[in-house]
């Protein structure tokens, strides 16, 4: 069965440092999400791509973070530089076109320490 | 701005007993709205949405627009249905963003 793909499961960086995640949507699929969700609360997105462009990256705080899926497949979202307030669990979910079922990767938790 | 709420953070019922995860939302328009489930160490998926009526699971979920809710309910709940469930929203006007509520952990006790 096709899954969304993400690496690292698990990334701890220091503070003022770089860090970026990693994700590969399932074949085909169209539309690409990144969503982070802060311990005890749901998702928000951050960013939205149909192919290689950004649709939506009204909740993305550009001054420290950027994203970008440059063949209209896989997608990294970055972080430089990582502020403790970042700590959280990183979504990528991909879908065929917008408005149809999103499928969520396995998620990056990220510690900043 | 869109805001979806689950009054309950944490739910615990006995197996067997009937089960209301409650979801509320505030917008104006005709939004879309869904109930995600995430299961011990698996990833977040979708249960079911509003506009397909049907029952996953044993699972229903009826929108109520004059109440502003989307409450989900089983009658029978069975231990595996444990995990944790967000209610989530789409605008009409907002493409895919969906806007999630804080989730609701459900534990079924034997």
């Known amino acids: 069965e096709a899954e969304v793909a993400q690496s690292p499961r698990y990334k701890i960086t220091e503070k003022s440092q770089a860090v970026a995640f990693w994700c590969d949507p399932i074949?085909?699929?169209?539309?690409l999400y990144w969503y982070r969700q802060i311990l005890g609360q749901g998702p928000e997105l951050l960013v939205q791509?149909?192919?290689?462009?950004?649709?939506?990256d009204s909740q993305l705080p550009k001054d420290r973070f950027s994203a970008e899926r440059l063949k209209g497949v896989d997608s990294t979202l970055k972080i430089q530089p990582a502020e403790l307030g970042d700590s959280a669990m990183y979504l990528c979910a991909s879908s065929i076109q917008e408005n149809t079922e999103a499928f969520f990767g396995q998620g990056t938790r990220l510690t900043v320490v | 701005a869109q805001r979806v709420t689950q009054p309950e953070k944490l739910l615990s019922v006995f197996k067997g007993a009937p089960v209301e995860l409650k979801c509320n939302y505030s917008?104006?328009?005709?939004?879309?709205l869904f109930w995600y489930v995430q299961y011990s160490r698996q990833r977040l998926q979708l249960l079911l949405r509003?506009?397909s009526r049907e029952s996953i699971k044993g699972f229903t979920a009826d929108l109520n627009k004059g109440e502003t809710s989307f409450h989900l309910k089983k009658p029978f709940a069975q231990e595996e249905d444990s995990a944790m469930y967000y209610c989530a929203l789409r605008r009409e006007t907002s493409g895919s963003r969906l806007t999630f509520g804080e989730g609701t952990q459900l534990t079924v006790n034997p």
């Open positions: 917008y104006s328009g005709s939004p879309e």
């Open positions: 509003h506009i």
């Open positions: 791509f149909q192919d290689e462009s950004v649709v939506d």
């Open positions: 074949s085909g699929h169209a539309t």
